[in-house]
């Protein structure tokens, strides 16, 4: 993670904490339910709080307390929508570990219809599974954003389909709704149907008004509905012999699901012509502490984009809540954003903050497309780290070895000795220096930047072959840098400008032998160096062009050696790289020990003027004499004359 610049993430129990509940919703299109009313009340449209205009707003919208809806709904209606949450449902009820009360496990979409139906005190879920004999049932599936179950009606009345999912989606296949009134307006007797109406345009537009209102609280929209045939499979639908699930058989509170050869119904086939049960808004709080952590992650320069299966609405709700979306960024649903093309999509990707209705496949394609980006932000390096630690060694260890190796040749007696001011750096080495660097910096970066172009390895729009091309131009570059090191190494066995720099070669069998152990490692390493080097294998007409590049450092090398060395001289010394003039020293290290010395030397003689014989030899002054010359002599050499004079 340390390099990590996006951050992808799903929202619902990474955002949010998971914990969903039915907080509102319609039943039917005009019956608009909310908990908890009196406290809630904006969380209805029923009054137009929609913005809505009096001319769109329905006269027959009115709101009711969730709690209060038994009120209102008949019996055949109470058990259709029960039947509608219970059967399309693959939650069950356990008991927690932690507590030991019995409480919903699955899908938490699930378990919150399941907990809202329970709360409306209607009948258990497990008995109307029970007894709900299944003939297909097709599961939740993230492309189609819904799920569906076949059942056989009783007293093999007929069959009848229940369907759940993305309200903006199944609302669109719907051509009718059931119909609920309001208490006040006439009682639950005489109601034991289910009363139904066509959705013409003014009801289609409250429909869409409900969902975009719910959205824009952030709540999850979920649509339930129903279709009845009078035979399975229906007439008119083509259906393949697949397993599918036939029916179930309980284990304690778990169902297991028995298969036999049946004939499967499509679900495109299914979904047409709904009837609408209502549509529920369910609210899924954010974590705590969500949005400051997002804007540490925006602080340290790292991108939080966020991938959910919500609609537009609400995953933008969702995103502002948590400082995601800002007002420059783009929100974007899965459909359309793999329908663009890669060049589009590598535009918009560095804007894009939400991904709504996104499926696990758009989820690879955008992460494929970050992973483009970032290697295309590595790929402004021209050469991988691997591969420079490979041409260091070249220059560093390998050259040094080949170079230091190489014997003295009498044409060095043909050279003045330097001075020893003389700068270790001379103009000779400065001009082999500066110039094939230019040069093999531009041969470099113009085929990492034109390689494509001059090679006729243009993208092709297949990533494969792009990427296998893109390679190619990189070992290039690559094999034709190491290769003029190489070739270079012998330019430097002259420091002079005599043009031979073969001279001697053959005589080091050091400097031959390291120079073919590079070559043999450098062509060993695009032939099977591969990932290790991001290296590709190279045709005939790409190593061509390698040594081509790489054999251009020698007579280059020629070049610059016939350049006159004044104009470079001048240069050189102006930028200060043949060093600086210093004063002379006026008095010599050497000098301040010889005059010590000359001292000692003068006042012995002048206490030997007066002393003669062989007592003069045991003198104390003789003796020290003799101690100071073993001193001095250990650092200055005196000539025999001192000796002489001293001892005879």
Known sequence: MANASVVCTDKTGTLTQNLMTVVAGSIGV????????DENSERHNADGKDGSSDERRNRDDFSIDQARLNDILPPALRELFNEAIAINSTAFEDK?????????????TETALLQFAKELGWKSFKETRTAAKVVQMLPFSSQRKAMCVVVELPGKAGYRAYLKGASELLSKSCTKHVVVRPYFEKGLEGQEGIEVKAIEEPEADNINRTIIFYANQTLRTIALCYRDFDQWPPKGIEHNEENEVSHLVRSGDRRIFKFKHSQQVEFSDLAQDLTLIGITGIEDPLRLGVRDAVAKCQKAGVTVKMCTGDNVLTARSIALQCGIFTPRGIIMEGPHFRKLTKADRIEIVPRLQVLARSSPEDKEVLVNTLKSLVASDQEASVLTAVQLLWINIIMDTFAALALATDPASESLLDRLP??????????????????QSIYQIAIILVFHFLGPQILGLEPTGDPIEDKRRQLTVQTLVFNAFVFAQIFNSLNCRRLDKNLNVFEGMLKNRYFLGITLIEIAVQVLIVFVGG??????TLKGREWGISLALGIVSLPLGALIRLLPNEPFDKLFKKLGFLGRPEGLPTVSAEGEAWSNTVNIVKQNLGTFTNI???R?????????GKMVLKRSDSDVKLPKLTYVLLFN
Request: proline share 2%.
């Open 30 to 37: 005009h019956a608009k339910f909310v908990r908890n009313l």
């Open 96 to 108: 927690d570990l932690k507590t030991g009360q019995l409480v919903f496990v699955g899908s938490k």
């Open 418 to 435: 330097d001075k020893k001011t003389t700068p270790l750096f001379t103009t000779n080495m400065y001009k082999q220096i500066f110039i």
């Open 531 to 536: 990932d290790a080097f991001q290296v590709t």
């Open 612 to 614: 003669r014989g062989g």
């Open 616 to 624: 003069s030899r045991s003198s104390s002054i003789v003796t020290r």
